[in-house]
């Protein structure tokens, strides 16, 4: 199946209870779906990637201050993001069809 070359990048938000120094970022581009955030001690990343192709299911929680949401991968890959709007988890599920 052949992806789009447009770059989607959503990063998690202070007023939805994120961390303003070390927020968490989610960019999709070329059919991959990348975590990041930023270590503790502003040296280096965490990283985890899914490819489109592998997800197998998309889970949104909906919490009083920030929404969550966990894409499974096949196999052990998990991403779980904290702390985005709700308007931009529900665009990532439909931008990645699940």
Do not use: C
Request: proline letters at 1%.
């Amino acid at each position: 199946m052949k992806h789009t070359l447009r770059r989607y990048e959503f990063q998690s938000q202070f007023l939805r209870g994120g961390n303003i120094i070390l927020p968490e970022t989610i960019i999709i581009q070329n059919g991959i779906v990348t975590w990041s955030k930023r270590k503790i001690y502003l040296i280096g990343q965490d990283i985890k990637s899914i490819a489109f192709d592998d997800i197998s299911s998309f889970h949104i929680s909906v919490g009083v201050i920030g929404t969550d949401f966990t894409i499974y991968g096949r196999g052990n890959d998990v991403i779980v993001a904290k702390n985005f709007s709700k308007g931009d988890a529900l665009r990532i599920k439909k931008i990645i069809g699940k």
